[in-house]
């Protein structure tokens, strides 16, 4: 571990709790802020979420933009957005003309196209005690210090079981089991991230154009890796949210997510030179149980990379001015 990154690198979200503070902060800065959250049928969660992002922008003025990205999802996820005004976008609309492809990743990367602001927040959708410090946690080191261009959370993660009950710090299963050990192994600079595939994150626009993006689960550890190579360990941070609560994934859909980030930290070994050049099979195979008995179950992951956004002669949507 880097103590000296982990001592000028780690915060506190009470660090930035003073909104007014922060807010003439921001306004000093000259830099306008875009919160984009990728969407996928979370109605049960996606109403309060936007109601404090909105209390945000319209109180504190830390909030320029706030946007969904949404996934085409079913319920009435993008039906709550569009009662509160806030901007809806799909993510198969974006980028119309390149080849399609699918997953929160992908949702990510294209939100780049649309979300106008120097800053970029991004918040997961699925959040139950969602409150105002998932953005000025975020927000805050980002305004503070300017050398700092990318920044994630970490938080406690309690696993909830399916009748409710509640074992604590026992979430980030696939970090620990699976992320952890390799980016030790291989980038033990990322070790010292507490939480490396936190679902929030935030960073300076010029970072994230620079980069390219993953598809599916496998953006969190590629954004990591990519940064890290581009602009170093200092240009990171991370800031303490204290818990987090959403609904845990079952184990056979936490076994496609470490597959698919499996297939990404492949291609990064490979770029590394510390890898085989015969790429790894794209095909998860795996057993459920139905009715007491074991039956083979074959799945396709495609992990597909995008290029740095930065890259492509695009025409991006509207104008975005500073509210």
């Not at 938080?155 to 050990?181: H, Q």
């Not at 030790?184 to 980069?211: C, D, H, K, T, Y």
Request: hydrophobic share 45%; proline share 6%.
């Amino acid at each position: 571990m880097d103590e000296t990154w982990l001592r000028e690198r780690t915060f506190d979200h009470r660090d930035f709790a003073d909104l007014a503070a922060l807010g003439a902060r921001k306004a000093s800065s000259g830099l306008s802020v875009s919160v984009g959250l990728p969407t996928l049928n979370v109605a049960k969660t996606l109403g309060p979420i936007l109601d404090v992002c909105q209390g945000l922008k319209e109180e504190s003025g830390l909030i320029d933009q706030l946007a969904i990205i949404d996934s085409r999802s079913v319920d009435e996820t993008v039906e709550i957005a569009l009662a509160r005004g806030v901007e809806v976008y799909f993510d198969d609309e974006i980028l119309p003309d390149l080849p399609p492809a699918a997953g929160k990743g992908e949702a990510l990367w294209k939100s780049l196209a649309v979300l106008k602001g120097d800053l970029i927040i991004w918040i997961d959708s699925d959040i139950a005690n969602f409150d105002a410090r998932f953005i000025y946690g975020l927000l805050g080191p980002l305004l503070t210090f300017p050398e700092i261009g990318y920044i994630k959370p970490f938080y406690r993660r309690p696993l909830i079981g399916a009748s409710g009950g509640r074992e604590e710090n026992e979430g980030g299963r696939v970090t620990e089991v699976c992320v952890r050990p390799l980016l030790s192994m291989f980038w033990p600079e990322l070790a010292n991230l507490i939480q490396p595939l936190s679902g929030e994150s935030g960073g300076r626009r010029q970072i994230l154009e620079s980069v390219p993006f993953f598809t599916d689960y496998a953006v969190e550890v590629g954004l990591l890796v990519n940064i890290l190579r581009r602009h170093g360990l200092l240009s990171m941070a991370q800031v303490d949210l204290e818990e987090r609560v959403h609904t845990n994934q079952p184990l056979h859909k936490l076994g496609r997510m470490s597959f698919a980030i499996m297939q990404a930290i492949w291609r990064l070994l490979r770029e590394d030179g510390l890898v085989m050049e015969k790429p790894p099979y794209a095909r998860r195979e795996t057993f459920a149980v139905v009715d007491g008995r074991y039956v083979p179950v074959s799945e396709e992951i495609g992990v597909v990379e995008r290029p740095p956004l930065a890259t492509l002669d695009i025409d991006r949507a509207g104008d975005f001015t500073e509210a």
